[in-house]
């Protein structure tokens, strides 16, 4: 009977600890100082620093004159982090954005980078090579640090590869100077299609990662009257009402 007893105490006793814990657990979660586990915080995105540019990284802009990171059609930057090439990325798209390293300005045989926006609001990096017009994606990605975001209608990115990698077809050792293609378009379920416009922008001379320039292409609307056809246009007309002049 005592052995009864005294279990029955050790029950009564665990139960009203166990109360009195819930009792203090409910007292205390209401006390804003009570030390809930949380995630840890996610870092918002860094802004894309254009004073920068021509400085301490170079830089493409592509749209309108005086545009931005923010506000260009395209945006690319590049600059050195010890043994690795950081790139940041942008562009007016809800799709993706990417450069390709060329031995030419022409789409065929290029290393590619791709940020990528998929259904599930996240922007990957992906690694591809041109196969002809086809972009093929290669899974060995040398691509580390990887971030990005979408926001505004826009794809950024920022990520880091090495300078030197073991060889590879794929991989081009960006050491060497290479022409840069630049692209962006829409995704479908996170996998790229055509990109936006017909013939999208180049470097007009290789580039070297080492050398920081800031670079500004005017896209098609604001470079029609540089145009040699439009120059010619406006020689003609201009001859013409000068001709007609009594």
Request: aromatic share 14%; with cysteine.
């Amino acid at each position: 009977m005592r052995a009864i007893k005294n279990s029955q105490h050790i029950k009564k006793k665990g139960l009203l600890e166990n109360l009195l814990l819930d009792f203090l657990t409910i007292i205390y979660s209401h006390w804003p100082g009570y030390p809930f586990p949380t995630a840890p915080p996610v870092d918002p995105f860094a802004k894309i620093k254009v004073d920068d540019c021509g400085k301490t990284k170079g830089c493409f802009r592509y749209g309108k004159p005086g545009c931005n990171a923010e506000t260009c059609d395209y945006f690319l930057s590049y600059r050195m982090i010890g043994a690795d090439v950081e790139f940041e990325l942008s562009a007016d798209t809800d799709g993706w954005v990417a450069v390709g390293f060329s031995s030419d300005k022409k789409m065929g045989g290029d290393d590619v980078m791709a940020c990528v926006h998929d259904d599930n609001g996240r922007v990957r990096i992906q690694h591809f090579y041109n196969v002809g017009q086809w972009a093929k994606e290669i899974q060995r990605n040398p691509a580390r640090d990887e971030e990005g975001v979408f926001e505004n209608n826009r794809v950024t990115c920022r990520f880091k590869r090495p300078v030197n990698v073991p060889r590879d077809e794929t991989i081009v050792d960006l050491h060497l100077s290479w022409y840069y293609l630049f692209a962006w378009g829409p995704a479908i379920q996170g996998s790229i299609t055509r990109h936006d416009i017909d013939s999208p922008p180049t470097s007009e001379r290789v580039v070297s990662i080492y050398k920081y320039e800031d670079i500004f292409m005017p896209s098609a609307a604001y470079q029609t009257f540089s145009s040699p056809f439009c120059l010619l246009l406006i020689v003609a007309l201009t001859f013409y009402l000068l001709m007609g002049t009594p």
